[in-house]
């Protein structure tokens, strides 16, 4: 008998905590405008944007002391990014919120 997950295309790799914080990482960047894919021109959508950078702000918050430390850097650094990016996408922009 054959149940739901018989219907799932096999996983190309397991996800681990590196992948899941670029992968929040690359959602924000479209939703700021940045294209992260060759041949894209993504829509700018703040809000979404700054839901991404609040997941991954909570996400640290949530797992201080329980990550390695090449996991925290990369966690510190990708946040880092996100938010300097933001605040210049919004200027650009001239959003006065996200």
């Known amino acids: 008998m054959s149940g739901p ?3 799932l295309p096999p996983a190309r790799e397991k996800i681990n905590f590196a992948t899941f914080v670029l992968s ?3 959602a924000a ?4 405008g940045v294209p992260v894919a060759e041949g894209t021109n993504p829509c700018v959508n703040l809000a979404l944007a700054r839901e991404s950078i609040e997941v991954l702000e909570m ?5 201080t002391g329980n990550l390695t430390e090449e996991e925290s850097n ?4 990708v946040l880092y990014d996100l938010r300097m ?4 996408r919004m200027k650009e922009t001239g959003c006065t919120e996200g």
């Open 59 to 63: 996400l640290q918050k949530k797992t």
């Open 85 to 88: 990016t933001y605040v210049r």
């Open 5 to 7: 997950e018989d219907s």
């Open 74 to 77: 990369l966690l510190n650094a």
């Open 24 to 26: 929040m990482s690359a």
């Open 29 to 32: 960047l479209q939703n700021m």
